[in-house]
C-alpha cells in the first residue's frame, strides 16, 4: 500500500508529506528580525505549548544558551521573571491559552520589574496583543499545523536570541545544517519503494503497537517529536523518555507482566551522547531481552548535534505519516484537539 502513490495522495489530502519534504527549507527561512533589547538578558524563559514549545526543546540542547534558560508549558509565568529576564510567547496559531495567560501576567507586572517581551505566532490573539502593545515579534507563515512548523519556529527563535547577543553564529550553522538535511531525505520519500525506504519499513514495523521512544539528553527533543508526530499524525498513542533517568524507574517496568506487551520500542542513538548514556542503552537492551520488545534502533546520522538532531526529527516525521497512511488516516486534521479547545471555551 505504501508504494501505491494513488493510494497516498489520496489519503493525505493536505499533502503532509509534500511538507515534510520541503521542511529543510524552513530552517533557511529569514525572518530578518531586528531588536534592541532595553537590558542585558540573564534568564531566557519560551512558554510554547505542543509543537509551538519544541523548538524552544531542541535549542536548549543545540546550541544550549549559555544564560538560565526555561521552557514553561503550563498557565504561570515563574516568579523569578524580572527586568534582566527575556520572555518569548510562541504560540504558531496566536491563540493558545496557556500562553496568552501567562503573557496576560507578564504585562500586569510593574513597568520596572516586567520581563523583555517577544512574540511568536503566525496570528491570533497574541499576535493582535503584541501589535497592540507595540511588542516586538515575529509573523510565521501561515496554514500550516503547528507541529509541521518546526523550522519556521526554531529560526525564529535562534533570530532573536542572536539579538539578544546570548547566542552568536548559530543561523549559520543551522542554514548548513538545512542544507545538509536536504540530501538525506531522499530515501524516504513517497516515491521511494519500501524495500529502499527505511521511514516506510518502520512504520509497517511499528503498525498496530504503541510506540515509546527512548534518547539520550542530547536527542531527546527529537524523541519528543516523535512523541508528537505519532499522536498527532498517525492517531497512534506514544511516548518517549530520557536515559539516564529511564533507568532509575521506568526500566524495572518493562520486567512485569504480561511478557507479550502491545508496544514497538524505538531507541534514538547518538554517538555524541556521553559515554555512559551509549553504555546504558547497550546494557539496558541487555538486560531487559525477552522481557520487553527487542528495540529499533536509530542510530543518527550526521557529524554535528545539529545534523542528528534534524535527520533524527525528519525521519521521524515520515515515518508517522507513513504510520497514519497504514492506520487508513488523513494524517492532517486534529479534529479532537479542535473540540477539546471548544469544550474549553464553552
Not at 28 to 46: A, G, L, S, T, Y
Amino acid at each position: 500500500m505504501l508504494d501505491d502513490l494513488k493510494t497516498i495522495h489520496a489519503r493525505d489530502a493536505q499533502d503532509a508529506l509534500g511538507v515534510a519534504e520541503k521542511q529543510w527549507q524552513q530552517y533557511k527561512h529569514h525572518f530578518k528580525f531586528q531588536w534592541e533589547p532595553p537590558n542585558r538578558v540573564h534568564k531566557i524563559v519560551v512558554a510554547g505549548m505542543g509543537g509551538s514549545g519544541l523548538a524552544a526543546k531542541v535549542i536548549k540542547s543545540w546550541p544550549g544558551p549559555p544564560v538560565h534558560y526555561d521552557v514553561i508549558q503550563n498557565y504561570d509565568l515563574p516568579e523569578y521573571a524580572d527586568q534582566f529576564t527575556l520572555l518569548v510567547c510562541s504560540s504558531y496559531s496566536g491563540n493558545t491559552e496557556e500562553t496568552i495567560s501567562v503573557l496576560e501576567q507578564a504585562m500586569s507586572r510593574p513597568e520596572d520589574i516586567r520581563p523583555m517581551i517577544v512574540v511568536i505566532a503566525s496570528g491570533g490573539k497574541l499576535l493582535e496583543a503584541a501589535q497592540a502593545q507595540n511588542l516586538p515579534h515575529i509573523q510565521l507563515p501561515g496554514n500550516f499545523q503547528p507541529r509541521m512548523t518546526l523550522g519556521y519556529q526554531m529560526r525564529a527563535l535562534l533570530e532573536v536570541l542572536e539579538q539578544t547577543g546570548v547566542l552568536s553564529g548559530a543561523l549559520g550553522q543551522l542554514d548548513e545544517a538545512a542544507d545538509w538535511l536536504k540530501g538525506h531525505m531522499d530515501n524516504w520519500l513517497p516515491v521511494v519503494p519500501t524495500s529502499r525506504n527505511h521511514a516506510k519499513q518502520l512504520a509497517l514495523e511499528l503498525m498496530g503497537k504503541s510506540p515509546v521512544i527512548y534518547a539520550g539528553p542530547r536527542l531527546f527533543p527529537a524523541a519528543y517529536k516523535w512523541k508528537i508526530s505519532f499522536n498527532e499524525n498517525a492517531k497512534n498513542v506514544a511516548w518517549c523518555n530520557e536515559l539516564p533517568e529511564f533507568n532509575h524507574n521506568e526500566f524495572l517496568g518493562w520486567t512485569s507482566h504480561p511478557t507479550e506487551k502491545p508496544y514497538a520500542v524505538v531507541d534514538l542513538r547518538s554517538n555524541l551522547e556521553h559515554k555512559r548514556v551509549q553504555k546504558r542503552f547497550k546494557a539496558t537492551e541487555k538486560l531487559l531481552s525477552g522481557k520487553r520488545p527487542a528495540p529499533y534502533v536509530v542510530d543518527a546520522q550526521g557529524g554535528t548535534l545539529i545534523e542528528q538532531l534534524l535527520w533524527t526529527i525528519a525521519l521521524g516525521d515520515f515515518t508517522s505519516l507513513y504510520l497514519a497512511l497504514l492506520n487508513g488516516l488523513n494524517p492532517s486534521p486534529v479534529d479532537l484537539i479542535e473540540k477539546l479547545k471548544a469544550e474549553l471555551a464553552a
